[in-house]
């Protein structure tokens, strides 16, 4: 049963440019969480799908946008990247309505030079 | 902004012996869970304790939870050099809400 997957597992982008992440949340989870983590920082929460609708957002600007797909995998848009946008971006997912830890998936380093 | 902070920032032990982490948060919650991360990779949920258990055990670990101080700690016993990570304590506030994380301890058992 594969668990959260995400791609890419790297990036390097220019400051400026667009950027997408992707994930694909476990079976069986259907509600998908992104979050943030710079270096030496816990998570920051950036916002949550389910039912395809972003339904929480932290507080992070509208540069930061996402999608949630039929088959509830999500992707991550950032638009007009700044350094600071240089951080492990981390996915995770969990069955709506069941309260358990959540399954996170490795990451995407996303470095902006 | 973090809800709270876990204490030690960093921990240095050697093989076999506890190590102890603190937690402490701000906010009212549902439950209060550990994750722990290796190498600034994916999270791994390690234990979730409920806001009206006081104490959870999970193999060699031990989760303790103080409400009314707004704490929680986690112990490892026996710790073992694979032990070595990251973790952080998560507050879950219920109601579909999301998961607030601390700025998380360095582990490093030494061999």
């Known amino acids: 049963d594969a668990g959260v997957t995400q791609s890419p597992t790297h990036l390097i982008k220019t400051r400026g440019q667009q950027v997408t992440l992707r994930c694909s949340p476990k079976s069986g989870h259907d509600t998908v969480s992104w979050y943030q983590q710079a270096l030496g920082q816990g998570p920051q929460f950036i916002f949550q799908?389910?039912?395809?609708?972003?339904?929480q957002r932290g507080n992070f600007p509208d540069r930061f946008s996402g999608h949630q797909f039929p088959n509830y995998s999500s992707e991550l848009n950032v638009n007009a990247l700044l350094l600071g946008d240089s951080a492990l971006y981390l996915c995770a997912s969990r069955r709506t309505g069941e309260s358990y830890g959540y399954t996170f998936g490795s990451g995407t380093r996303l470095t902006v030079v | 902004s973090q809800q709270g902070e876990e204490d030690p920032q960093a921990l240095s032990i050697q093989e076999g012996e506890n190590a102890t982490m603190n937690c402490s948060y701000k906010t009212s919650i549902n439950n209060l869970q550990w994750y722990r991360q290796n190498s600034g990779r994916g999270l791994v949920h390690l234990i979730l304790i409920r806001s009206n258990e006081r104490e959870k055990h999970s193999g060699r670990l031990r989760v303790t939870l103080d409400t009314s101080k707004k704490s929680s700690s986690l112990l490892i016993t026996a710790s073992r050099a694979a032990d070595t990570a990251s973790y952080f304590c998560?507050?879950?506030?219920?109601?579909?809400?999301?998961?607030?994380f601390g700025s998380g301890t360095q582990l490093t058992v030494l061999p």
């Open positions: 799908y389910y039912e395809e609708e972003e339904r």
């Open positions: 998560a507050t879950d506030p219920g109601s579909a809400r999301q998961l607030t």
